[in-house]
């Protein structure tokens, strides 16, 4: 093979080496930080999130519609624009369970801020595993015909009975495994379980009591048999000593009287 066919050779392979890592490396998105999400919130209350999106081009064209959703009730939404030197460009605010705004590098938008408020909403399914959730934000790009989910933030929510109902349930499941396994306690968690998520709270807290009870007797039981083995292992082993001992006296009385 001749100088000229290796170089362009390899400058084929080049290029197609090229397009093959462009191809696999996978696409920047809109960078997006939150700040005052809770992990669970009370049915009820009122929460507040923000959300920051920067890098607003790097993977897109310079032009798109920023869309947010919430499942949060009586909900308050504002956003915020912000220029190249961090000054604010405009800001506005939107009622509703959704909204919509624009988002353009023309705009020399180069940061926005999203604020939700609402309440939290109450929970239509209770499950004790996995828990409960509703969707505080979700926020995506819209570009034509096409939407990209940037980010979607779930809360664990709950009600004062439910979550007291949970911790007994948590409680006698801590219990069997301190125990290391009690049958009839696990019976009646998947009983209380059963009543947690038909949302008879009350009954479920009562049974898993009465399961965590249940554990805790058979721990001290357990422990008590532990310690009457152990102690019995011990008398056997002191018996064993005495009687070593009293054989070789017996021992050394027989030779003395032998001598």
């Known amino acids: 093979m001749t100088l000229m066919n290796l170089s362009h050779s390899f400058k084929l392979l080049l290029v197609v080496s090229l397009a093959v890592s462009l191809v696999a490396a996978p696409a920047a998105a809109v960078s997006v930080a939150e700040n005052g999400v809770p992990q669970e919130a009370e049915v009820g209350s009122e ?33 915020k624009k912000f220029g190249l030197d961090d000054s604010q460009l405009e800001k506005k605010s939107f009622g509703g369970s959704a909204f919509t705004a624009d988002v353009a590098a023309d705009d020399d938008v180069t940061r926005v801020e999203v604020t939700v408020t609402g309440t939290v909403p109450a929970v239509e399914n209770f499950t004790y595993s996995p828990k409960e959730t509703f969707q505080l934000a979700s926020l995506s790009r819209q570009q034509g015909d096409n939407t990209e989910e ?29 125990a290391g396994g009690d049958e009839d306690a696990e019976k009646q968690v998947t009983r209380a379980i059963s009543s947690y998520n038909n949302g008879n709270f009350e009954n479920a807290a009562d049974i898993a009591a009465d399961a965590e009870e249940s554990a805790s007797s058979t721990k001290q039981s357990n422990e008590r048999n532990e310690l009457l083995l152990y102690g019995g292992i011990g008398a056997v082993a002191l018996l064993a000593v005495v009687g070593g001992v009293f054989y070789w006296r017996s021992q050394q009385d027989t030779y003395d009287k032998l001598r």
Do not use: C, P
């Open 47 to 79: 929460v507040t999130a923000t959300f920051t999106l920067t890098e607003l081009y790097k993977d897109s064209s310079n032009e798109w519609t920023l869309a947010g959703e919430t499942e949060l009730e009586n909900v308050s939404w504002t956003v």
């Open 150 to 178: 940037l980010e979607s933030w779930d809360v664990h929510h709950y009600t004062k009975d439910s979550t007291e109902a949970r911790q007994a349930i948590a409680n006698a499941e801590s219990a069997i495994e301190q």
